[in-house]
């Protein structure tokens, strides 16, 4: 498999200082930083000589957030937008009785804006923060009392049924500077702009492709299990299917099961009948833990399991079921924070808010795109606005959130052939591929369009 390796990792020597405060295996596995140090490196301006000024670096990316220059003027130029302060809210899914993927989104906005404000704000304006609970299945109550609370914009947002708040958004002139979009009418919105694109248009299959040419036999009887009681998930699974069978895997299952299961017996057994040998599931952690359970209790041995990205959660490293599991990764792992300084950054800045959930992937992805938002409103000067906002975003280019993630174009929404595979091993998340910590594989190759036009957005009409 040709790929490209991206390195994001401690390149520069004067970032050296975020990549001490080693983490003991124990808060490795629960995603915790430890405090240690202080969470903004700095480094002389433009990369100039020792001696000059200091300016605060999030890992290779300079701190968008800091005092206002000399010779500006804040004025009160948009909604949201005061002389002396910057209105943002964030709108995700709390954690309940289902264990959403959402968890840490708005914890990592807090921990941003803390850490923004510390540094003095945006062009010396402090940020505002507002928090909206989504509760699953009310996205649009939340982003309807975003829209009518005067703020400039929505940032770091993540739910999983974010297709309900879209329209909303959209009316009301709400720039959505996202965590990330779950569904087609969220990806495919003006207003929306995320640090990791997903297009509805295409979809990512470099793990399919790396384990395929691992697997090669295997991928020939895959089972996929997902539940059309949540559209959210059970289009995602479609979307896989859709796009894995371009890479050669071959469903012989695809089972459809209830929204949260006492057990996977019956589905598990059905597997070992069919001779599955490779096995992806779209859900949550709880259900996948189940799941692993139970393939493992009726003895079916795949190949190869894979499962995406909120499934990198320390709660399943305790299941015996889980190991050899594959998963996908956006952003870098926690158990490369000494690697990699942006990411000791993000822990270490998360953990000081005292946030009693546990970091997760997409929360990183929220502070990357709180990043942007304010790298954006930084560039865009005195003449703040949602049109000059959303202008600046459209310039960002190898965004990687200070190297939290692979190099993307949030500014084009192009999506990025990228990807990082760990295995639970000896009950720990281990790096699978590619191999160098701090490292992505990429490849135009990963990225292949979804056909159908009830899943690719092409329906859809702004």
Not at 13 to 24: H, I, K, P, Q
Not at 172 to 193: H, M
Not at 275 to 291: D, P, Q, R
Not at 316 to 325: I, K, S, V, Y
Request: include cysteine; aromatic fraction near 8%; charge should be negative.
């Amino acid at each position: 498999m040709r790929t490209r390796t991206v390195a994001v990792g401690c390149a520069l020597a004067l970032l050296a200082a975020g990549c001490g405060s080693r983490l003991s295996d124990d808060q490795l596995a629960a995603g915790a930083g430890t405090g240690g140090g202080g969470p903004t490196a700095t480094t002389a301006a433009g990369g100039g000589e020792p001696g000059g000024p200091q300016v605060p670096m999030f890992g290779t990316l300079e701190a968008p957030c800091g005092a206002a220059p000399d010779d500006f003027t804040p004025t009160a130029s948009d909604t949201g937008v005061t002389e002396t302060s910057i209105k943002i809210g964030v709108v995700s899914d709390r954690a309940g009785a289902v264990k959403v993927p959402t968890a840490s989104i708005e914890e990592s906005m807090q921990a941003f804006v803390k850490y923004c404000n510390d540094l003095g704000g945006i062009n010396g304006r402090p940020l505002e923060l507002s928090t909206y609970d989504s509760q699953l299945t009310n996205t649009l109550a939340a982003v309807q009392a975003a829209c009518n609370d005067g703020l400039f914009a929505i940032v770091g947002s993540g739910s999983v049924f974010d297709d309900l708040g879209a329209e909303a958004s959209v009316e009301c002139g709400l720039p959505d500077i996202a965590a990330y979009s779950a569904n087609a009418k969220k990806s495919t919105a003006p207003n929306v702009w995320t640090p990791v694109p997903n297009p509805s248009q295409t979809n990512s299959v470099g793990p399919a492709r790396y384990l395929a040419g691992e697997f090669p036999a295997a991928v020939k009887k895959t089972a996929i299990v997902s539940s059309s009681q949540v559209p959210t998930a059970w289009t995602q699974a479609l979307r896989i299917v859709d796009s894995w069978e371009q890479v050669g895997y071959d469903f012989i299952q695809q089972q459809d099961t209830g929204l949260m299961q006492e057990s996977y017996a019956a589905e598990a057994r059905e597997m070992k009948a069919a001779g599955v040998k490779f096995v992806t599931m779209v859900s949550e952690t709880g259900e996948g833990a189940k799941l692993l359970r139970d393939i493992a209790a009726q003895g079916l041995k795949p190949d190869a399991v894979l499962f995406g990205t909120q499934y990198y959660d320390p709660a399943l490293l305790t299941e015996p079921g889980a190991e050899g599991l594959y998963v996908e990764m956006n952003t870098v792992p926690f158990e490369e924070a000494d690697d990699v300084p942006a990411v000791r950054q993000y822990l270490d800045i998360y953990e000081a808010t005292g946030a009693k959930t546990a970091p997760t992937a997409l929360g990183v992805q929220s502070f990357s795109a709180a990043l942007m938002f304010a790298t954006a409103a930084r560039n865009a000067g005195s003449d703040l606005t949602r049109e000059t906002l959303v202008a600046e975003i459209k310039k960002l280019k190898d965004w990687t959130g200070g190297g939290l993630h692979y190099p993307t174009e949030p500014g084009t929404r192009d999506r990025a052939g990228c990807f990082i595979l760990v295995q639970v091993k000896d009950g720990k998340f281990t790096r699978a591929f590619p191999e160098k910590p701090g490292t992505f594989s990429c490849d135009p190759k990963n990225v292949v369009p979804i056909k159908s036009p009830e899943l690719n957005g092409s329906d859809i009409k702004w």
